[in-house]
């Protein structure tokens, strides 16, 4: 503003200075030199759910919500639209992309100490964008209307009648007076992209909370002096491209080559509400949740252990007593928290099997070992952990 | 969005190394018309699914029969094939004299349906195939609206079409007038007589290539 300009960047400039903030958010942003590729998986997750917005608002275009219709018109949409099978295939390919991307997100967060003060609500907002994720991937599963969007809905919305006091309230303000039928179809179509436009609004204030207190890095200790911080053009530009590239070409491999890898057979016989399919899994991304529930012998227990494992994510930057950011100068905990990875997946697998012997005991100890990290180790570690100099500077780290 | 005052900012422009400036612009353009080709063919199949389902009834035998029994001369019935209104009219000696009256026929743009807008065998003097009958597909060919029928009366035994929408007037046989702005003739359908009560529209055993879908404008 020192200089008039009567360029029109400068006329736009004077009256919406759009260009600066980008060029000083997007351009110059000073972002720590020694970021890793584990970095790229924000960026990752944002494609995805740009690819899956798109998709979506094409595939609603051929979806009609009611129980007569819309498992035929998905079928018109694999059959008969003109590219429409690409299209779905790139909006279900993007949900495991999505997913995919969000948990490398957030277990590097875990490992590098991102939650931690300043950057408490960077966690807390993409909490709050992996729960709506995680609510309009499941509304988006019962839309096509097959034996496990049905099952898969019986089953959430029995779950949320029995939660005491709100739960019948909130199912019925679902399902709409009557039972799992084209009123809550219609409800859940609405959900599902109501929510999916939410989650564009809470990435907003995700990426300006990080904008404020800036990119933790895998040292977890703040760049101190100019040497520390390289600007985010070209340094992060080309690096998160690179990642990007290889990250659609995953993505590609998985629409055109395996399409089917990661959906359900069962999913493609329509709706029978007299028959349920004989072996019942969730999608991948959702299994470990699942293991959860059926690990616990209580209706009431296990939906509050499986509710209680996202909750207790919302408490981690309170719970975490240790001035350490990163796990690589905390060699207790650094092994804890792998283990905490491998008590995840196992979940996850265990989440795909029938919850007998073998399966049944590894997700009960794995759910035990989830929560004693989250409430013995974290809290109590820092007591006795001794922890590993920290470096002063990021200079001769990384990048 | 604000950075924090005491976060350390980067040296104002990141050192480029001696006649680097002109390799890196050359990459970066390569990069950038590379993403937009990528964005391009990333583009197709949303576009494409917009075209739909148009090509899934090909081949489909959708002709249908109609029972014309109780259609008086001079009447005209209306039933629908493919969606479109189509007209089935039974014509009097006086409505299939005017159309060989000549001071009706050179006010005609084309009084002898020489732009394809019918099948073969409608292709005649009367568009039709018996003179009796006459089948039109009711749009008109200026903007799409239909023409409503004038019925032969004592001051104009002719009969006529004209469109509500923007003043085109059409002969008994569907022939456009010159002085209107609708450009070709209304459309005849292939039909079939099976016998004197009953037509088919859909299927023309006079024309049997014909397609709809290649005339000039419907």
């Known amino acids: 503003m020192s200089k008039p300009d009567n360029t029109p960047a400068g006329w736009l400039e004077a009256r919406l200075p759009i260009i600066s903030a980008f060029r000083r958010e997007y351009v110059d942003f000073a972002m720590p030199r020694n970021l890793t590729y584990l970095w790229n998986f924000g960026a990752f997750a944002t494609i995805a759910l740009a690819l899956l917005i798109v998709s979506g608002i094409f595939l609603a275009l051929n979806y009609t919500p009611s129980v007569a219709e819309a498992f035929n018109s998905i079928e018109t949409i694999d059959r008969h639209v003109s590219s429409g099978w690409l299209v779905r295939a790139i909006h279900m390919g993007g949900v495991s992309m999505l997913f995919a991307a969000l948990y490398v997100h957030m277990a590097r967060s875990l490992y590098y100490g991102s939650y931690k ?283 | 969005m604000t950075q924090d005052a005491d976060r350390p900012t980067p040296s104002p422009s990141c050192p480029i190394p001696g006649g680097g400036a002109r390799r890196r612009d050359v990459l970066s353009t390569v990069i950038v018309g590379a993403g937009c080709v990528g964005a391009c063919a990333l583009a197709y199949p949303f576009l494409d699914s917009l075209n739909g389902t148009k090509n899934t009834s090909l081949g489909e035998d959708d002709s249908i029969d109609v029972d014309i029994a109780a259609l008086r001369p001079g009447q005209q019935l209306v039933v629908t094939w493919r969606g479109w209104p189509v007209f089935i009219q039974k014509r009097t000696p006086e409505m299939l004299a005017s159309l060989k009256t000549a001071d009706i026929v050179q006010r005609l743009r084309d009084p002898d349906s020489k732009i394809l807008q019918q099948p073969k065998d409608a292709t005649n003097w009367h568009r039709s195939v018996v003179p009796e009958i006459g089948v039109l597909i009711g749009i008109c060919t200026h903007l799409g609206c239909v023409p409503s029928y004038a019925t032969p009366s004592p001051n104009d035994k002719s009969g006529k079409y004209s469109c509500p929408c923007h003043g085109s007037q059409f002969d008994v046989a569907g022939r456009v007038y010159k002085d209107a702005p609708a450009p070709y003739n209304l459309p005849v359908p292939p039909v079939t007589m099976l016998s004197a009560t009953h037509v088919r529209i859909g299927q023309s055993k006079g024309d049997p290539a014909f397609s709809i879908a290649s005339i000039q404008q419907i």
């Open chain 1, 117 to 399: 003060a300043p950057r408490e609500l960077l966690w807390l907002t993409g909490l709050g964008l992996f729960i709506l994720v995680m609510i309009a991937a499941f509304a988006g599963y019962i839309l096509p209307w097959g034996q496990m969007s049905y099952w898969g809905a019986t089953v959430v919305i029995n779950a949320m009648n029995a939660v005491p006091l709100i739960g019948p309230a909130l199912a019925s303000w679902l399902l709409g007076g009557e039972g799992l039928g084209s009123v809550a179809l219609h409800r859940i179509y609405v959900l599902h992209f109501v929510t999916a436009f939410s989650i564009i609004g809470v990435i907003v204030l995700h990426v300006a909370a990080l904008h404020v207190v800036g990119s933790n890095n895998p040292t977890g200790v703040e760049p101190k002096t100019s040497a520390d911080v390289v600007p985010f053009h070209p340094y992060y530009t080309t690096k998160d491209g690179l990642g990007l590239c290889l990250f659609l070409m995953v993505y590609a491999a998985l629409i055109f080559f395996a399409p089917d890898l990661l959906t359900l057979a069962n999913n493609y016989a329509m709706a029978n509400p007299l028959v349920t399919p004989g072996d019942i899994t969730p999608e991948w991304y959702f299994a470990p949740f699942y293991a959860i529930l059926r690990a616990v012998p209580s209706k009431l227990g296990g939906l509050i252990l499986t509710a209680g494992s996202l909750v207790v994510l919302f408490a981690v930057p309170w719970l975490d007593r240790s001035p350490v950011r990163s796990a690589r100068y905390r060699p207790v905990l650094r092994w804890a928290l792998l283990a905490l990875f491998a008590a995840f997946i196992a979940l996850g697998v265990a989440g795909m099997h029938k919850p007998t012997g073998l399966w049944l005991a590894l997700s009960r100890i794995s759910v035990a070992y989830y929560y004693a990290y989250f409430l013995i180790l974290l809290p109590f570690l820092p007591r006795v952990e001794i922890t590993r100099p920290e470096p002063a500077t990021l200079r001769g780290e990384g990048a």
